[in-house]
């Protein structure tokens, strides 16, 4: 038996979710979130491969810039999932 993708929707909430917590970490905690650089690239390799290659791709200066695209793609992939198009390649960013 096999298991259906997540929809987008549920892709979306979770990445949400993460990027909150990740925010949250880094101001309770600052001591335990490593420079900036480092952040960039755990954030960026955390990310879904539909999306992660993406953020790569656009080469962002600052982690808030990574996270911007990151969120713009995932709320791209969410209308794309209402439309039952699911988790296709993402362009233009």
Same mark, same amino acid.
């Given at each position: 038996?096999?298991?259906? &993708? /997540?929809?987008?929707?549920? @892709? &979306?909430? @979770?990445?949400?979710? *993460? ?7 880094a101001?309770l905690?600052p001591? *335990? @979130? ?5 952040? *960039?690239?755990v954030?960026?390799?955390?990310? /879904?491969?539909s999306?992660e290659?993406? @953020?790569t &791709?656009?080469?962002?200066q ?21 439309n ?7 362009v233009?960013?």
């Open positions: 038996m096999t298991q259906a &993708a /997540p929809s987008g929707k549920l @892709v &979306a909430d @979770v990445f949400t979710c *993460m990027l909150w917590k990740h925010k949250e970490l101001t905690c001591t *335990m @979130v490593p420079d900036s650089e480092k952040m *960039m690239e954030f960026i390799g955390g990310l /879904p491969q999306i290659g993406n @953020v &791709a656009s080469k962002p600052t982690l808030e810039e990574a996270i911007n695209i990151a969120q713009r793609l995932m709320d791209q992939v969410r209308r794309m999932g209402s039952g198009a699911g988790l296709g390649l993402l233009g960013f």
